[in-house]
């Protein structure tokens, strides 16, 4: 009994020290893992080792997408649109995060222009303005009507003072945002821009112009050399913005007439060389410093304002 008993429960024969112990010593392998499944972890730590994860959409490098063109976003662009254009807001969209009095006047100004609206989450928002500071409030708008050049100066009254910006070839956005929204605090009567190599007023141009982009006659055209020469055939005075010009617009100033057409060049590019040919006169913004020249959009406000200082103030 105590033999069968001795080799019955023996070093050799213990299933917790020799058979168990000596199968872990062989393979490797711990307790938990074994086999095709540690192989496959293993062969994951060395990829991931070696590899680079793809970019997560929220991660700062991933590249951001922009609003589409039909949607006007933030606070004081979104009210006044509703308020002024009521007819091109298709759809207001307002997180359920934004809070009166905001809201109140948001919501009483779309009502009276018979403006759908409509409470959601912040995240729709942020998928409806991916990468854009929307404020809790959006809106879906129609297409801004563009203009051509002909009726436009047919029908403009010959006795007023009238100020055209004709921008040559302006592609950035926000640059032709600004300009339209300083045309219209300056008085001008419209904003002539190209249909090729140029910005176009869309959602960017609607939220930098604060909606002006809406309420400012925008005209397109397919030749602006060509269309200068319409201006001044209609009896308008041309001036051109050149940093390289020799007078300077601070001195000639009393020299620009009641029906001016502005025309602005392009970011970096200034005037082309038809364009500048083109105009009855080329002035420059004089400036001091190192800076060499201005932001066009800033050039465009000193020259409109320049004129508004004479026949409109």
């Not at 010593?25 to 062969?43: D, I, L, P, V």
Request: proline share 6%.
């Amino acid at each position: 009994m105590q033999d069968r008993f001795k080799n019955k429960f023996d070093g050799k024969n213990r299933p917790g020290k020799g058979t168990r112990q000596e199968t872990r010593k062989e393979t490797g392998k711990g307790s938990f893992g074994g086999g095709r499944a540690g192989e496959k972890s293993g062969a994951r730590e060395k990829s991931a080792a070696g590899a680079k994860r793809p970019t997560a959409p929220w991660q700062k490098n991933a590249p951001q997408r922009e609003p589409a063109d039909d949607v006007c976003w933030g606070r004081q662009p979104v009210l006044d649109l509703v308020k002024t254009a009521p007819g091109r807001c298709t759809k207001l969209v307002i997180a359920n995060n934004v809070r009166p009095p905001f809201l109140d006047e948001l919501v009483d100004a779309a009502r009276a222009g018979k403006v759908v609206y409509q409470m959601t989450a912040p995240e729709a928002l942020d998928s409806l303005c991916p990468g854009a500071r929307h404020q809790g409030v959006a809106c879906r708008v129609t297409e801004v009507k563009l203009l051509e050049l002909e009726p436009f100066l047919k029908n403009l009254p010959r006795d007023k003072p009238a100020l055209i910006a004709v921008l040559d070839h302006i592609e950035d956005p926000h640059n032709l945002g600004a300009i339209v929204r300083s045309a219209e605090a300056a008085g001008a009567a419209a904003v002539v821009f190209p249909k090729r190599r140029s910005a176009l007023p869309g959602g960017t141009v609607m939220k930098v112009s604060a909606g002006a982009a809406l309420r400012v006659p925008m005209i397109s055209v397919v030749n602006i050399a060509r269309s200068v020469e319409q201006l001044k055939e209609a009896g308008f005075w041309t001036v051109g913005l050149d940093n390289g010009a020799e007078p300077s617009l601070w001195k000639e100033s009393s020299g620009i007439q009641a029906r001016t057409a502005l025309v602005i060049g392009a970011e970096g590019e200034g005037l082309s060389h038809l364009v500048g040919k083109s105009c009855d006169q080329l002035l420059r913004v004089p400036i001091q410093g190192g800076v060499g020249s201005l932001n066009a959009s800033v050039a465009a406000a000193l020259g409109m304002f320049e004129w508004s200082k004479i026949h409109v103030a």
